[in-house]
């Protein structure tokens, strides 16, 4: 049991990681295609919430290994 939760957790967070960061790029291509004047500001929000959004699967992988060795 504790294999499929190990899992699913590293599983669903890499899954919602992936869709998060694939939302955040294309609203950010969108705005800079609409104002390419803003593109400095909108590469540096976007950079900041990609990152924000990559701690999730980290987290995901971090309660695997916490599920799969029984800690």
């Known amino acids: 049991m504790g ?3 190990a899992a699913l957790a590293i599983g669903l967070g890499a899954l919602g990681a992936g869709i998060g960061n694939g939302l955040i790029v294309s609203k950010t291509v969108e705005g800079i295609a609409r104002q390419p004047e803003l593109r400095g500001t909108l590469q540096t929000t976007m950079f900041i919430g ?4 990559e701690v999730v699967p ?3 992988v971090v309660l695997g290994f916490l599920i799969f060795f029984g800690a």
């Open 50 to 53: 990609v990152g924000i959004v």
């Open 3 to 5: 294999f499929l939760a």
């Open 58 to 60: 980290i987290i995901g």
